[in-house]
């Protein structure tokens, strides 16, 4: 789903991360780096989803997506069977066009 979404294909940041995508950012304090535009890891507990516009705003998506938990930039899914698949798409879709406007390719 995050590839057709992206349109980029999957690739690894660090061991864990599968990351869809890339973009560069910078920081006040002048620290750059690169990372992926839209990712998620597999943890043995649960998958997490790195949303880096985090989830304000979300409420109402949120409210339909089903069993989950947030952290600051990340969203913890058990298993995808506890999810609306259709709500998790449109929340990274919507995760993709913030990145766009904010970093744009």
Same mark, same amino acid.
């Given at each position: 789903?995050? !590839? ?11 061991? *864990? ?5 890339? /973009?560069?950012?910078? %920081? ?17 507990? !649960? ?12 409420? *109402? ?8 938990? *947030?952290?600051?930039?990340?969203? /913890? ?20 066009? %913030?990145?766009?406007?904010? /970093?744009? !390719?």
């Amino acid at each position: 789903m995050m !590839e057709r979404l992206s349109g980029h294909p999957p690739a690894m940041w660090g061991p *864990t991360i599968i990351g869809f995508g890339r /973009y560069k950012y910078r %920081y006040d304090s002048g620290h750059k780096g690169e990372m992926a535009r839209i990712g998620f890891s597999p943890r043995a507990k !649960e998958l997490v989803f790195y949303l880096i516009n985090g989830l304000s705003g979300q409420q *109402t998506l949120l409210g339909r997506l089903g069993k989950y938990r *947030t952290g600051k930039c990340c969203l /913890y899914i058990k298993s995808l069977d506890l999810v609306d698949r259709g709500v998790l798409k449109q929340l990274i879709a919507d995760e993709l066009a %913030y990145m766009r406007e904010k /970093y744009p !390719e």
